[in-house]
Nanobody, 123 residues
Framework: QLQASGGGLVQAGGSLRLSCAASGRTFSSYAMGWFRQAPGKEREFVAGISLGGSRTYYARSVKGRFTISRDNAKNTVYLLMNSLKPEDTAVYYC??????????????????WGKGTQVTVSS
């Protein structure tokens, strides 16, 4: 089970850190990803991280502003979002998959999804 938290309302240029806590003892066996869905738009990939955290992947729209990380001892993956823009407004979801090849290939076929957390960036 995946539970995302940390969303909220922030002004443009501000920062937020999202967390996604996973239950179970196999968290370190999964690559993790963050996705988002804005109103009227399809869900899109934001960032991904490999099982051990040595490889990270980012969408072009967030590269240089967002940082994904994980703490396997705490079964948690994070998304630090800096320099937020109104176009970052969306519901953010975390997801798990057996290998980070999905991020490298760009097919983003995830195995498990959590409930989302709303991020709203005001201009």
């Amino acid at each position: 089970q995946l539970q995302a938290s940390g969303g909220g309302l922030v002004q443009a240029g501000g920062s937020l850190r999202l967390s996604c806590a996973a239950s179970g003892r196999t968290f370190s066996s999964y690559a993790m990803g963050w996705f988002r869905q804005a109103p009227g738009k399809e869900r899109e990939f934001v960032a991904g991280i490999s099982l051990g955290g040595s490889r990270t992947y980012y969408a072009r729209s967030v590269k240089g502003r967002f940082t994904i990380s994980r703490d396997n001892a705490k079964n948690t993956v994070y998304l630090l979002m800096n320099s937020l823009k109104p176009e970052d407004t969306a519901v953010y979801y975390c997801a798990a998959v057996g290998s980070d090849y999905v991020f490298a290939r760009g097919d983003y076929g995830m195995d498990y999804w959590g409930k989302g957390t709303q991020v709203t960036v005001s201009s």
